[in-house]
């Protein structure tokens, strides 16, 4: 049993069927790509929702010196994009880092992968789905036509917001007036989702509240995708052209608005606050990795794939980079949170104009993204599907088209019924712990494969460095660098000391009577003023004090101590993704010294992995559920019906 689930697929035999034409299905994919079109589809994905929108709570946390952030996320995604590109090269099929895996570590493991694309393709999808569906309705709401008396179409709240921003966020406001706050006081997001739940229409005790625009772009482009490469690849490059011509524009005209005071200080919350943008910033390079799906469509994959990645993100990092400088130049950093940023900067300008170009931009920007993920999806089930691992139906090819048919209409349902309620920071997270998990796999995939004398190789290799001397020094340099400068944090870290809980969390856990207390204890703390204690917004008072401040009010207060502070097992299961990304760095470090493994794709494996960890346990669960039934489903269909259980005929 143990054999067979690891049950591997030889390059030769891969590369055999390929030319065959895959057994029982003669008809095989067009193939039209070429070097340019390559860079293209990487740009296409690459830039959407990252430089239209997280670029802007990025450079609110950490400044100008988010684009140091940028450069990183560069270099690990290139770390990455190396290991793909030599997969890539010795295994020129559609299928990328599934069929990669196949070759490398065996059935299971591939399996795991390609289930976990299905999480990044799908998931990313849903969260491009929505953050356009928030651009687009901007959009309409600035239209205005005086001759027919049109001022902005406004689309109602709850048709442009999903069921459950809209419920936790009239939880959450609920409990906030509560603590005291003004129903006008809320912040704007809080506020937008409060309304959509009043205002929408109800079925019994059930609430209407859903995202249509999102579900509309989602058929439109799945139709596009039905209709064939050509067509997706002529409409992918005319949004790729509209797209940069826009960049262009914006930093073509923002640089003369630069004004370099606002580049002082250039790190205003310090290395911490450049971290915090993680997630977002590796948000914004994904996508890279959808080009190795194309690799059959390719006029010549071995030598184009590389490159294509190559140049695609050695474009997106300077534009990148620019973008953050012009943005953080022309307004202070710390205004950027906002959902768009380059168009926000322009507002502040005065330069209505442009902001209006840019919001049209940004639709195209983010269909073009769409576009190469839901293209990226049904090509990794056709693969999954020529090994026995899926259903046959899943890679039949549409006769006329051309087209994975079956499997291209399967992902429009599996993206278009979530995107109707799920909530924009979950699906973030979970599309990002997705890929990094591929990331990671495909780096380690090339470790595993370094030394095999029986393996086949591509026209591209990786350049080989002896990790021996070089990943240990790093790894003692990194504990020592930790104890030295952030020892109080550190040493929390490793004997789990209690935390103080933040704010907003500690105002909404509190009940009626401790409310009450925490009122008067506020009342008591603010004196000489007095404050009768039912007016007091307690939110917002101690929001406002400074650190220690609210450490020693928290301190003093009577409420009940779990209330005030995390500690033990509620606390120690946040660092849990921390100690295993420790835990493996010790066993990496080991193989380096004793099998000389080769250096990128090690830091690769480590700086994915290390991405991966920063985001919370919350994504960790919710991406083993999936994993988990990824397995049910793999020992109920697949590992009986797949290709290398049946004799050779």
């Known amino acids: 049993m143990f054999e067979k689930l690891f049950r591997k697929k030889s390059i030769s035999k891969i590369l055999q069927d390929a030319a065959k034409g895959y057994g029982d299905h003669e008809n095989t994919l067009h193939k039209t790509l070429g070097v340019r079109d390559l860079t293209a589809f990487g740009i296409a994905a690459i830039i959407g929702a990252g430089i239209f929108s997280t670029i802007g ?22 770390f990455a994009a190396f290991a793909y590109a030599e997969f890539a090269s010795m295994v020129p099929v559609s299928g990328s880092a599934y069929t990669y895996s196949y070759v490398a570590f065996g059935e299971l493991i591939a399996w795991i992968i390609g289930w976990s694309l299905i999480m990044e393709y799908s998931i990313g999808n849903i969260t491009v789905a929505i953050s356009w569906s928030d651009y687009f309705t901007g959009l309409l709401s600035t239209i205005k036509i005086p001759p027919l008396g049109i001022d902005g179409i406004h ?43 009043l205002t929408a229409p109800k079925i019994g005790g059930f609430h209407l509240v859903a995202d249509i625009p ?95 990645m190559m140049w695609a993100i050695i474009i997106c990092t300077i534009l990148y980079v620019a973008i953050a400088l012009v943005l953080t130049g022309i307004v202070k950093s710390d205004t950027l949170a906002v959902g768009d940023p380059l168009a926000f900067v322009f507002d502040q300008i005065d330069l209505k104009l442009m902001s209006g170009i840019i919001a049209v931009s940004a639709v195209f920007a983010m269909a073009s993204v ?33 087209t994975p048919s079956f499997a291209t209409i399967v992902v429009g349902f599996v993206v278009a019924v979530p995107s109707l309620f799920m909530n924009l920071t979950i699906v973030t997270d979970l599309c ?146 921390m100690w295993i990304f420790l835990i493996i760095c010790v066993i990496i470090t080991f193989y380096c010294i004793t099998k000389n493994l080769s250096l990128i794709p090690v830091l690769g494996l480590i700086s994915c992995l290390y991405m991966m960890c920063e985001l919370g346990i919350s994504n960790w669960i919710g991406f083993g559920i999936w994993l988990v039934v990824g397995l049910v489903v793999y020992f109920a269909y697949g590992y009986k019906h797949s290709k290398l259980a049946q004799p050779e005929n």
């Open 432 to 577: 990002s712990i997705g890929t990094l998990f591929a990331f990671v796999l495909v780096c380690a995939g090339v470790l595993v494969l370094q030394n095999r004398p029986d393996v086949q190789r591509g026209k591209f290799k990786i350049p080989y460095v002896n990790s021996k001397f070089i990943v240990p020094v790093i790894f003692i340099a990194s504990i020592a660098f930790a104890f030295t400068q952030y020892g109080k944090e550190t040493k929390a870290f490793f004997f789990n000391s209690p935390k103080t809980v933040e704010t907003i969390n500690f105002v909404t856990s509190l009940n009626g009577e401790e409310l009450k207390i925490v009122k008067e204890e506020i009342v008591k703390n603010s004196a000489p003023q007095i404050i009768l204690a039912e007016k007091v917004d307690a939110e917002s008072y101690l929001s406002a004090l400074p650190g220690d401040r609210y450490e020693q009010f928290i301190a003093a207060s009577k409420v009940s101590i779990e209330k005030k502070y995390e500690s033990g097992w509620s606390l120690f299961k946040h660092k849990i993704p």
């Open 370 to 402: 769409l576009l190469v993920f839901q293209m990226g999806q049904p090509r990794i089930w056709m693969s999954m599907s020529r090994d026995g691992l899926l259903p046959k139906s899943f890679s039949k090819i549409h006769p006329k088209y051309k």
């Open 57 to 78: 709570k990025a450079s609110a946390d950490g400044g100008p010196a988010v684009i140091f952030l940028f450069i990183f996320t560069a270099v690990a995604c290139s």
């Open 155 to 197: 689309v109602p709240d709850w048709m442009t917001m999903d069921y459950l921003s809209a419920y936790n966020g009239h939880k959450h406001a609920e409990a906030l007036l509560a603590a005291g706050k003004n129903l006008a006081d809320l912040d704007s997001a809080t506020a937008l989702a409060n309304n959509a739940w």
């Open 214 to 308: 999102a579900l509309a772009i989602i058929i439109l482009i799945t139709w596009l995708i039905y209709r064939g490469m050509k067509e997706s690849r002529n409409a992918s490059n005319a949004m790729v052209v509209v797209k940069l011509a826009v960049i262009l524009l914006v930093l073509a005209v923002g640089i003369f608005y630069v004004d370099t005071k606002n580049w002082n200080p250039f790190a205003p919350n310090g290395v911490s606050g450049i971290l915090k943008g993680v997630s977002a910033v590796f948000f914004a390079y994904i996508g890279f990795d959808a080009i190795s799906t194309t690799a059959e469509e390719c006029k010549n994959p071995q030598r184009d794939l590389p490159r294509g």
